[in-house]
């Protein structure tokens, strides 16, 4: 993630000073599923910003401080340690997707039957919210508008088996305005600590903001 303050920025003027609190509940919430899926043997927060570290500090995880910039340069940085490492598969994780659950991950995991190839969770905005490569490195990070496509066309070119998998929680991420009212109807109940955030904020509309 870009950082507590700098992630999701054209949420700020529906949320002022408290989308901080939204960011870190995003945190929370995929932390939480990733961590409960128990498929992954290490799990790694990586940002250029040392606060994240600090949210995620307690939980089992590791925070790695981000050289560079952009999400691309997270995801280049997360393959060459992993092939260092001898990782044998490597997941990226957006986070901020709040709905996904840990047996969405575990049925990521499971796809592919170890073989070499690469799982996808397009977004519903056409972005990649997970991929899975086996080995890591298959793949060059292509994150941006329409990356799910650019990710699949790589795998093609490459004639890698690919695997893709979307359902209602994994492929909804959070972006704009519509997205955090889709969440507080889609959460009603507060199970995710982002719903539970947004409870207590009270959203600056208009119906400039919600038009389409």
Partial sequence: MKGLTESKRRLSPYLGEKKRLLVEALLHDVLSSVLLSEVYDRVLVISPDENVGAVAKGRKVVFLRQAGFGLNRAMEQANRLAIRDGVT??????????????????????????????????????????????PPGLIRPSYGRWSYSKHLRQAQLNRLIAYSISNPRISFDIDTVNDLIELQHRDSNLRTSSARVLSDIDLVLSPVHLSC
């Fill in 89 to 134: 598969s490597l997941t990226a994780i957006l986070a901020d997707i709040p709905l996904a659950e840990p047996h969405d991950l575990v049925e990521i995991s499971s796809m592919g039957d170890g073989r070499r190839g690469v799982v996808m969770v397009p977004s519903l905005k056409g972005g990649t919210n997970v991929m899975s490569t086996r």
